[in-house]
């Protein structure tokens, strides 16, 4: 059970009711995630979701490497909701499953494409060390160019947010599935 309860939608400040109305009406559709911990603070919640939509849905990067990021983000930080809810989307955008299994068992995948050779190098070194060597940032910048490493940063970034939401405040996976990460 989350630390923070469910809210209410028709008991919302007319703030929190904007945000969650920009949310629902958006290319989520619902309110998931960290977004019942955020609405607490509807500003936050707002700039929030709008970089989360740009990371998500608008990055540079084509959603078989956003989603391959997210899940390293997740696996790092064991957030199982964060898992829960982008497994099945990198599976839909292309991330094999021997790879998504790999990293669920904390292994380095074997990756087929240079690309996704790259981001996972620039991944791993941002979350391990908060810093990309000299070779591991010029092999992202040949294969990502510079606007998409600025993007897979800041997507590493806001997933970080999101998995220390969720881990922080204790919220379960959704319709009371097992936990995926050990």
């Known amino acids: 059970m989350s630390r923070l309860p469910?809210?209410?939608p028709t008991a919302l400040s007319p703030e929190q009711r904007q945000v969650y109305d920009d949310i629902v009406s958006g290319p989520r559709g619902k309110i998931q995630g960290p977004f019942n911990s955020w609405l607490r603070s509807p500003?936050?919640?707002s700039r929030a979701q709008q970089l989360g939509a740009f990371c998500r849905f608008n990055s540079s990067l084509p959603p078989r490497l956003s989603e391959l990021a997210i899940l390293i983000v997740a696996r790092h930080t064991t957030c199982q909701v964060e898992w829960y809810l982008h497994r099945?989307?990198?599976l839909d955008?292309?991330?094999s499953n021997d790879v998504i299994e790999a990293i669920k068992a904390n292994?380095?995948?074997a990756l087929v494409e240079e690309d996704e050779r790259a981001l996972y190098a620039a991944v791993s070194e941002l979350l391990e060390t908060h810093r990309m060597s000299e070779k591991v940032y010029t092999d992202a910048l040949a294969q990502?160019?510079?606007r998409g490493v600025v993007d897979?940063?800041?997507?590493?970034?806001?997933?970080i947010f999101v998995a220390l939401t969720l881990n922080g405040f204790e919220v379960p996976v959704p319709d009371g599935a097992e936990s995926p990460l050990s």
């Open 6 to 8: 469910e809210l209410d």
């Open 43 to 45: 500003k936050l919640c």
């Open 88 to 90: 099945p989307i990198a």
């Open 93 to 95: 955008a292309g991330v």
């Open 107 to 109: 292994e380095k995948p």
């Open 144 to 146: 990502l160019d510079e």
């Open 152 to 159: 897979l940063v800041g997507i590493v970034g806001y997933y």
